[in-house]
């Protein structure tokens, strides 16, 4: 005889779906925390905070989006086989050996220090053109969306100018390895704030808790009650039985009943002559 199996039931489908989610979420904000802190900095932090070997960088600006000029992309452009990245994305730049910051090439996107408003800075562009001068490898760079090199870039008597952006080798910091994910840097600059990372991140979480904690104790009473509940039926059998004992012990002992006289067997009849 085949016997079927119960399905489970609409409500604790819904359970197990929605713990599931609550618990992806606790991983996701956990990740999320751990990338906030690594890629948060002050401002005029030439740092770069990175997680085992690879740095986390939020753009803040288009610089480094599509170029508007179509022939920048026809063969032999400054961009042919090229691909930037929006504002608001997030990128993954690899921390780079002293050795390997000598050994970029026009093309590559690196993420340097530069002086902004007087403060030392981190930009990411692309480089355009590279040289080497005294032992040193300086980097010439631009944006992708930007129709000249950054900074002040004149022609000088030996063909370049270290004025302005020209990037010395020791001020690189990381390479772009290619790999984006498009509105989450804005996301984490919101997150860097109070606000944003408290309703964001604290606030679902406190939520999450509370919630667990609440399920917890209706668990724990509902266990308390069911033990009450047996305790009290075991406690109504218990009385029962004692009183059907206490019963049997008060009732007067049954007389017996007098046995019938035997009847008198029948006399033989007497043989005939």
Request: aromatic share 8%; no cysteine; net charge negative.
């Amino acid at each position: 005889m085949e016997t079927t199996k119960k399905s489970p039931s609409v409500k604790k489908i819904l359970s197990i779906v929605g713990n599931t989610i609550l618990w992806l979420f606790v991983a996701f904000a956990i990740v999320i925390t751990v990338i906030v802190f690594a890629s948060n900095k002050k401002s005029g932090d030439d740092s770069l905070p990175s997680i085992g070997g690879l740095a986390f960088v939020s753009i803040k600006s288009d610089s480094m989006d599509k170029s508007p000029n179509k022939a920048d992309y026809d063969e032999g452009g400054r961009l042919e086989g090229k691909k930037g990245f929006k504002k608001g994305s997030l990128i993954f730049v690899k921390l780079l050996t002293d050795a390997e910051k000598k050994d970029l090439q026009p093309g590559d996107v690196i993420t340097f220090n530069f002086l902004k408003d007087g403060n030392r800075d981190l930009n990411t562009h692309r480089i355009v053109e590279r040289y080497e001068d005294g032992g040193t490898v300086y980097y010439v760079t631009q944006g992708d969306h930007i129709t000249q090199p950054d900074g002040v870039y004149n022609a000088a008597s030996d063909g370049h100018s270290e004025s302005g952006y020209v990037v010395p080798d020791m001020e690189v910091r990381g390479q772009w390895n290619g790999k984006k994910i498009g509105g989450l840097g804005s996301m984490l600059l919101f997150l860097q704030t109070r606000t944003g990372f408290f309703v964001v991140i604290i606030l679902p979480l406190i939520a999450f808790f509370l919630y667990e904690l609440i399920r917890f104790i209706m668990v724990v009473a509902s266990l308390r009650g069911k033990k009450t509940e047996d305790e009290i039926r075991q406690k109504v059998l218990e009385e029962l039985l004692r009183a059907q004992q206490a019963g049997q012990e008060d009732a007067p002992a049954a007389t017996p009943e007098p046995e019938a006289p035997a009847e008198a067997p029948a006399p033989a009849e007497e043989p005939k002559e």
